[in-house]
């Protein structure tokens, strides 16, 4: 397998808005799913996935704006890398290629936009699978006294542009692989060549990701704020898989996802983080149990 791309998935760039065109690996026929892909990596994670999913689904896998080698535009306002807006995103993403409605898979970072999406886009998600994050509101609430040290990450990169970025871009290796090295449950999941492309994808990328965060500490949290007083759910199904974070932070996760999503499979695994790469098997299981729903 070359390590930048999926085996046996064609790549085209797509055009999602002005001036931004997401790399976007396809293949398969039948109702579409979309994948996307957390922090700090690209679409390559759902390589095992995708490729399973691809025998009778359409799988669209692109690299999130400004990840990867998808275009990174400068942040020129709090919007540019809101959830908000790297939803509407895939849903371009999706039309450019003849799907008005399709389920939706994503996995940390991607997660937090496909949730977005749901709440947005109800009558084009079909279905929506949510790997290993917390709805954003509820992810700052539970990181709390020594709990937040899990998260720092999210506080550095909250700071106002300058200093983040040139603190991350002098150890890019480091920072980026010390994530990689932490959560993995299994760091034999990702091969040394894909690590590779992780670590370059991401130091190319990083004003874009801090941008993303910054995002998150910010109009991601005032867009959730409203949904959440307001009552708004997912009315689509919804499928978490995530590891036991209550019984280690002390809290429901179960019962924060059920406020969110009426139609909920919350499920727990003995998978670390990047279970796309360390459980495909059940990662996929999942998935399928979704769409069937």
Same mark, same amino acid.
């Given at each position: 397998? +070359? ?6 998935? $064609? ?15 396809? /293949? ?23 490729? $399973?999913?691809? =025998? ?6 692109? $690299? ?29 993403? /999706?039309? =450019?290629?003849?799907?008005? %409605? ?6 940390? %970072? ?9 709440? +947005? ?10 790997? +290993? ?7 700052? $609430? ?26 991350? =871009?002098?150890? =890019? ?21 894909? @690590?590779? !492309?992780?670590?370059? *994808? ?8 801090? *941008? ?17 007083? *307001? ?16 019984? /280690? ?12 999503? *009426?139609?909920?499979?919350? %499920? ?8 796309? !790469? ?9 998935? @399928?149990?979704?769409?069937? @729903?």
């Amino acid at each position: 397998m +070359d390590p930048m791309k999926i085996n046996g998935f $064609d790549y085209q760039r797509v055009p999602v808005a002005d001036g931004v065109s997401l790399q976007t690996a396809v /293949a398969g026929t039948g109702s579409p799913i979309v994948l996307l892909h957390g922090f700090p990596e690209t679409h390559l994670m759902w390589r095992h996935v995708a490729a $399973d999913l691809a =025998a009778d689904h359409t799988v669209l896998v692109p $690299d999130l704006r400004g990840y990867g080698d998808s275009d990174k535009p400068a942040e020129a306002s709090a919007d540019t890398y809101s959830k908000r807006t790297m939803a509407a995103d895939v849903v371009a993403l /999706a039309k =450019a290629f003849g799907h008005d %409605r399709f389920a939706l898979a994503g996995h940390d %970072r991607g997660a937090l936009v496909a949730i977005r999406a749901g709440l +947005d886009h109800p009558d084009t998600v079909t279905h929506l699978a949510s790997l +290993d994050v917390l709805p954003t509101l509820e992810s700052w $609430d539970v990181l709390r006294g020594v709990h937040g040290a899990v998260g720092w990450h999210l506080y550095l990169m909250a700071q106002p542009a300058g200093l983040p970025e040139k603190m991350i =871009a002098a150890v =890019a290796d480091e920072f980026y692989g010390s994530f990689l090295d932490q959560w993995a449950g299994n760091s034999d999941a990702i091969p040394e060549d894909v @690590r590779a !492309e992780y670590l370059r *994808a991401s130091a190319a990328a990083t004003p874009s990701i801090v *941008a993303d965060y910054r995002a998150t500490a910010g109009i991601d949290v005032a867009h959730d704020t409203v949904d959440r007083d *307001a009552g708004h759910r997912l009315a689509m199904p919804v499928t978490v898989l995530q590891q036991d974070w209550g019984a /280690a932070l002390g809290f429901d996760a179960e019962g924060i996802w059920s406020r969110w999503a *009426a139609d909920l499979d919350h %499920r727990t695994t003995s998978a670390g983080h990047f279970m796309a !790469e360390e459980a495909p098997a059940e990662v996929v299981k999942a998935i @399928r149990e979704l769409l069937a @729903r």
